[in-house]
């Protein structure tokens, strides 16, 4: 069966990654999880003492950074790696989430990022959720979906999410955060976070991991069938 691009774009905790990672299960497709370079180049920056505001150490920086991805059977999904190190689950600590807004902010790690995204879609079958991969990674994608989810309904899902790993965190820091991001990300100058004009929304504040699954695949056989 021919093979497609599916982009997944919208606010921070909207669940775009459960749903992206479900897809790409049912189709056989590969997920990238595009916040995750983001991510794993903050990290890079912050234990390096990089200045992500200065663009001569970022351009000097993203040279020593190698990104890739290693599944994970347990998981079932991939883990992203920093030059060579997995750091799934340090690139979701609150210090990286503080600061990774910024760092996707810039121009040159924005270039790093899309250049890389671009060359994994090349064979297609991929499935990729982030902020710009239906208007500026995968413009021509076959499918694209921009996924919302009210604002109480995403602060709860990630307190949740953050509360089972760091008990002290409070609901105010993850909405506080929430909002940062949603701002940087939204208004930044290079590929701010934007509905494609050919994105079919899907709000999943009422809707369940199943429902919204059974939405997507519904959307998928009606792209394939109508190319
Ligand atoms: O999806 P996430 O929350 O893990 O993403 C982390 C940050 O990375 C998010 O605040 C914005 C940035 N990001 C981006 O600018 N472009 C993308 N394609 C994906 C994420």
Not at 11 to 31: D, M, P, W
Not at 201 to 221: G, W, Y
Request: a negative charge.
């Amino acid at each position: 069966m021919q093979k497609i691009i599916i982009t997944l774009d919208g606010f921070s905790s909207c669940g775009k990654s459960t749903l992206a990672k479900a897809i790409a299960r049912q189709l056989n497709y590969v997920f990238i999880d595009s916040g995750a370079m983001y991510r794993a180049i903050t990290l890079y920056f912050l234990r390096n003492h990089i200045d992500w505001n200065n663009n001569e150490s970022v351009q000097l920086a993203l040279q020593a950074i190698h990104l890739d991805f290693d599944y994970n059977d347990s998981t079932g999904s991939s883990d992203i790696l920093l030059n060579d190190e997995n750091v799934e689950a340090l690139v979701r600590d609150m210090l990286v989430s503080e600061h990774v807004s910024e760092v996707a902010a810039n121009q040159y790690v924005r270039e790093f990022g899309v250049a890389q995204q671009q060359k994994m879609g090349e064979k297609k079958g991929i499935v990729m959720d982030g902020r710009d991969i239906g208007t500026t990674v995968f413009p021509h994608a076959e499918l694209k979906i921009f996924v919302t989810a009210d604002p109480a309904v995403r602060v709860e899902r990630r307190f949740k999410e953050m509360f089972a790993k760091n008990p002290n965190i409070t609901i105010e820091e993850v909405k506080d955060n929430l909002e940062m991001r949603d701002y940087i990300d939204s208004n930044r100058e290079f590929s701010p976070l934007r509905k494609a004009t050919d994105a079919i929304v899907l709000d999943n504040s009422n809707l369940t991991r199943e429902e919204q699954l059974s939405t997507a695949l519904q959307l998928v056989k009606d792209r394939l069938s109508a190319l």
